[in-house]
């Protein structure tokens, strides 16, 4: 898989790598351009090992109709930087355009373990992928970066958006009963309505939505 723009490199300096994430934001599509039938999901996260001294990226394939994987790719590089606040785009892409490349076919939709354009210039890894594969993609984080949200309900779909001023970055979902919500977000050509869409039609009782569930677990080496 190519790719189509210079993805930005750590060149040391984080004023420098903060005005290249200004720059990449200025290149995603906030609205949908996504196929018509979505065939083909992937799902991406990194994992560290040896101390850190190495990126470990997961990539899944799965079918968009049944949620099944239908492959799984692991990339092992030395990791690039150290981790700085704002940055971790910068430090995990590598290793993730390195897993996403050995998939067997290209997906329809990414989803990514990070922050899509809910990062304080716009740019979490999600959106920064996004830009530089041209691919439609998801943001589905953890924990919030940036904004403020008022809490979702109790029950699971509860949902309330994710705001920065008056601009929508996302929206935050109770994706399960009794779990911390996530913090769901456009990457690249997906808009925050559709990026919802499609987590909520991705869960299958846990927390994580199936694409960056099952990368999470080979991300972490849990099935292994």
């Not at 785009?89 to 998939?103: C, G, K």
Request: charged share 25%; glycine share 10%; aromatic share 4%.
């Amino acid at each position: 898989m190519n790719t189509v723009i210079d993805p930005g490199r750590w060149e040391g300096s984080v004023a420098a790598a903060r005005a290249q994430q200004t720059q990449l934001a200025g290149r995603v599509e906030h609205q949908d351009r996504l196929a018509r039938d979505v065939r083909w999901l992937a799902g991406l996260d990194v994992g560290f090992e040896d101390n850190g001294a190495t990126t470990r990226a997961a990539a899944v394939l799965l079918d968009a109709n049944t949620l099944l994987p239908v492959a799984q790719e692991i990339a092992r590089i030395p990791t690039v930087m150290p981790y700085i606040p704002g940055l971790l785009s910068f430090r995990e892409l590598p290793a993730l355009l390195a897993a996403l490349a050995l998939l067997p076919r290209t997906p329809d939709l990414v989803f990514v373990d990070g922050h899509g354009i809910s990062h304080p210039r716009r740019l979490g890894v999600a959106a920064h992928l996004g830009v530089v594969t041209d691919l439609p993609s998801i943001g589905v984080a953890k924990s919030k970066l940036v904004g403020r949200f008022i809490e979702p309900g109790a029950e699971a779909g509860a949902h309330t958006p994710l705001l920065d001023g008056d601009e929508q970055l996302g929206w935050v979902l109770r994706s399960k009963v009794r779990c911390k919500p996530l913090f769901v977000a456009g990457g690249h050509r997906v808009s925050a309505d559709t990026a919802l869409g499609w987590v909520q039609r991705t869960l299958r009782g846990y927390r994580l939505p199936e694409p960056t569930r099952l990368a999470d677990r080979l991300a972490s080496r849990r099935d292994e």
